[in-house]
Nanobody
Framework: QVQLVESGGGLVQPGGSLRLSCVAS????????MTWYRQTSGKARELVAE???????????YYLDSGKGRFTISRDNAKNTVYLNMNSLKAEDTAVYYC????????????WGQGTQVTVSS
C-alpha cells in the first residue's frame, strides 16, 4: 500500500526556516523522482521542486521562481524520505505542502498524502 506522510510544517515568523519531510512506503522509493507541491486556499496546487531518482543522479529542478535560492529539495533513499528545506520564509509561502511521485505508474503518480500546513505569520 502506497503511503506518503508529510510532516514538519507549522507556524513560523517571516524570515524563519522550516524543514519539511515526507516518508514514503509501499513502493521502491529510490527508483522514482519525487516532487513537492503546495496549495493555498482557493488556488490550484503548484509545483515547487523535484528531485530525480537514484538512476537520474538525484538531479534537482526548481519550478517556483519565488522559491529559487530559498528552497532546497533533497532525499535520503536509505530512509525513504524526501525533504524540502525552506529559508527566508515569506507570508506568501503559507500553504499546505504535499510530496508526490513525479513520474511512474498511475497508482503512484495519482497518490497524494495528507499534506503539512505551513503558516508564515508574525
Amino acid at each position: 500500500q502506497v503511503q506518503l506522510v508529510e510532516s514538519g510544517g507549522g507556524l513560523v515568523q517571516p524570515g524563519g526556516s522550516l524543514r519539511l519531510s515526507c516518508v514514503a512506503s509501499g513502493f521502491p522509493f529510490k527508483d522514482y523522482p519525487m516532487t513537492w507541491y503546495r496549495q493555498t486556499s482557493g488556488k490550484a496546487r503548484e509545483l515547487v521542486a523535484e528531485i530525480g531518482s537514484v538512476h537520474e543522479g538525484s538531479s534537482t529542478h526548481y519550478y517556483l521562481d519565488s522559491g529559487k535560492g530559498r528552497f532546497t529539495i533533497s532525499r535520503d533513499n536509505a530512509k525513504n524520505t524526501v525533504y524540502l528545506n525552506m529559508n527566508s520564509l515569506k507570508a506568501e509561502d503559507t500553504a499546505v505542502y504535499y510530496c508526490k511521485v513525479r513520474r511512474g505508474p498511475d497508482y503512484l503518480v495519482n497518490y497524494w498524502g495528507q499534506g503539512t500546513q505551513v503558516t508564515v505569520s508574525s
